[in-house]
Nanobody, 127 residues
Framework: QVYLKESGGGLVQSGGSLRLSCAASGRNFNYYAMGWFRQAPGEEREFVAGIGWTRSGEEIGYADSVKGRFTISRDTAKNTVDLQMNSLMPSDTAVYFC??????????????????WGQGTQVTVSS
């Protein structure tokens, strides 16, 4: 059985940084797209960042709202994916979910593309 376990969430002041980590077990996701979504209260889940593979090699994608502030990375040996979040803003406050696709390939920015979801970790940015 596949499990995705997030860690690293918490409370931080505006302008601060946090690093989220996701450890996958039950399957090796080396060539599968993995990433992060988030959901704020009363809002739909939205794509944050993803890392996958195309014929050209590794592919990375970000939501416009986090470009230049967030960085996604993966460690294929450890089967983990991390999200470094800098210059955090109150609008980044949400539950952050680690996700993984069940087929090899590219990043997708819609929730239904991802079969596996972690339970989420809360990120709260105070003003």
């Amino acid at each position: 059985q596949v499990y995705l376990k997030e860690s690293g969430g918490g409370l931080v002041q505006s302008g601060g940084s946090l690093r989220l980590s996701c450890a996958a077990s039950g399957r090796n996701f080396n060539y599968y797209a993995m990433g992060w979504f988030r959901q704020a209260p009363g809002e739909e889940r939205e794509f944050v960042a993803g890392i996958g593979w195309t014929r050209s090699g590794e592919e990375i994608g970000y939501a416009d709202s986090v470009k230049g502030r967030f960085t996604i990375s993966r460690d294929t040996a450890k089967n983990t994916v991390d999200l470094q979040m800098n210059s955090l803003m109150p609008s980044d406050t949400a539950v952050y979910f680690c996700v993984a696709r069940s087929t090899r390939g590219e990043v997708a920015d819609y929730p239904k593309a991802y079969t596996y979801w972690g339970q989420g970790t809360q990120v709260t940015v105070s003003s």
